[in-house]
């Protein structure tokens, strides 16, 4: 019998570490005793632990998973005791390597004797809900079955991590028999969530429709006098929707739906999916919608405003969410792609703050927002934050005035200080860099008055 301790950093996450959670059945199973935290804590560092894990997600999250790694490393005997897993160890493993000793085990944990002999392949195991249940951090959604169908994907994008990470597509242990482990140990779930990449793929589709059916999770489907849902978290391919599979997903309580719209070539499937689970009932998604790609601004307001026109046309509501391109092997992430300036970047996620990260397919709401055409959506994507973020404060005024002199300069300007803004910023010593300027200084001031980024509006006259 071994102390075993699994780590989460206190990184942003939203799911639950699934991959501690399933070596923790794998631990219990052979009657260790398992323990998890989350971040550093000082009592747990003073005790001896056999083994310690410690999970990564996020490559640009690195650095803190090493400074994790480096809080518990002496408390266990020797570095081949600590072990260091997931998506980030698995696409940067150096990174870690070079830091700190320890054992770093890229890629899923899909075969035998991976953590130390034992046949038991730890992917095949039911996570183990009870670990979290402790825990303070709230972890969404709750309530639900995990579940996979397929590992991999049949596409091979550019983009995406996923041919890196699982570069075989197959298929898993039948849903039925999943959720049935999940029944006998830890009761009924109220909602399934399945984790697959591309689950449309999958030629046991039907099958995979009929088992959560079975489970209860058939249209209108309620538990307890509560909707039920299924959510195909990491979105279906539009490209893959046929009448036939369109005819069979609708079968299921889906909420949400989501589809992905990553580029101007999706837009005839994209539209042709959306429409066709449509037809079937379906009146709500949240598609994503990549971005800092091979696109760029105009790019992005014409797939926002697909989605208006998807919405407007047939009654439904279209709701997009756009997702940052980011290296799969960034650390720090600054990518600007070569269609977008690092101030447009700024000025979108400034937008998304405000919007809660959702482009919402009410049409007055979106203009406001995101503006009425192309045009003043560039000019609201050159706009300070302030001016942004406080936009009741500032729009009658200040941005009035700033997008009037913007709307006035030749395109070649325009990047020109787009390029001005993006070197003040990060320069160490902003009002000196703007003292220099010839050009641009009064756009540089209202960016950053007295070389500073202003957090809020300033007070009314007379108050603090």
């Known amino acids: ?30 009657g260790d005793c398992v323990t998890f935290v989350r971040g550093t804590a000082a009592e747990i560092r003073e005790l001896a632990w056999h083994r310690i894990y410690v999970s990564s997600l996020f490559t640009w ?18 570095p081949k005791d600590l072990y260091v897993g997931g ?12 830091r700190v000793q320890c ?4 890629g899923p944990l899909d ?7 034992h046949r038991r392949v730890v992917a095949d195991c039911v996570p183990d809900y009870d670990l979290i249940k402790g825990s303070a951090y709230a972890y969404k959604p709750v309530d639900s079955y995990f579940c996979r169908a397929t590992v991999g994907c049949v596409r091979n994008c550019r983009f995406c991590a996923v041919p890196t990470l699982e570069p075989r597509f197959q298929e898993c242990r039948p849903l039925k028999r999943q959720i ?75 909420d949400p739906v989501r589809l992905a719209f990553d580029t101007r070539a999706m ?55 756009p997702m940052r391109y980011i290296p799969i092997r960034d650390i720090d ?7 977008w300036r690092w101030r447009q970047l700024r000025g979108l996620q400034c937008i998304l703050h405000a919007t809660r990260g959702l482009v919402s397919p009410n049409t007055p709401f979106f203009e406001r927002a995101f503006g009425r055409d192309c045009e003043e959506f560039l000019e609201i994507l050159a706009l300070p934050d302030h001016y942004i973020m406080f936009r009741n404060h500032y729009e009658k005024h200040e941005a009035r005035r700033f997008r009037q002199r913007f709307r006035r300069l030749a395109d070649t300007s325009r990047q020109e200080l787009l390029g001005v803004l993006a070197e003040i910023h990060f320069s160490a010593d902003r009002k000196r860099e703007m003292s220099r300027l010839k050009r641009f200084k009064w756009f540089a001031e209202q960016h950053y008055p007295d070389g500073r980024v202003p957090r809020r509006p300033p007070s009314p006259r007379g108050q603090r």
């Not at 071994?2 to 959670?21: A, H, T």
């Not at 054992?103 to 890229?106: E, G, L, R, S």
């Open 87 to 98: 998506i980030g160890a698995s696409l940067c493993p150096d990174y870690i390597r070079d």
């Open 111 to 117: 075969k035998p004797d991976m953590l130390g002999r």
């Open 333 to 339: 992430r600054q990518h600007v792609a070569p269609g």
């Open 267 to 321: 837009e005839r499937p994209y539209r042709k999916a959306v429409k066709a689970l449509a037809k079937r009932g379906v009146v709500e998604f949240t598609n994503y919608m990549l971005f800092n790609f091979d696109d760029t601004p105009e790019d992005l307001y014409y797939r926002m405003r697909v989605n208006l026109e998807l919405s407007d046309d047939i009654g439904i509501r279209v709701t997009g969410f």
């Open 1 to 30: 019998m071994g102390n075993i301790l699994l780590v989460e950093p206190d990184y942003r996450s939203k799911f639950p570490p699934l991959g501690l959670m399933r070596i923790s059945t794998f631990h219990r199973k052979k």
């Open 180 to 254: 049935a482990e999940i029944d006998k140990r830890y009761g009924a779930m109220q909602n399934l969530v399945i984790l697959d990449n591309n689950i449309l793929a999958s030629a046991s589709l039907s099958r995979t429709v009929a088992d959560a059916m079975d489970a209860g999770f058939e249209r209108g489907s309620k538990r307890n006098g509560r909707q039920r849902a299924v959510d195909f978290n990491q979105g279906i391919d539009a490209r893959l929707i046929t009448p036939a599979i369109a005819d069979q997903i609708t079968q299921l309580s889906l």
């Open 61 to 78: 999250e690195l650095p803190r998973t090493v400074k994790t790694i480096r809080f518990y490393q002496g408390s266990v005997e020797t």
């Open 103 to 106: 054992q770093v085990v890229p």
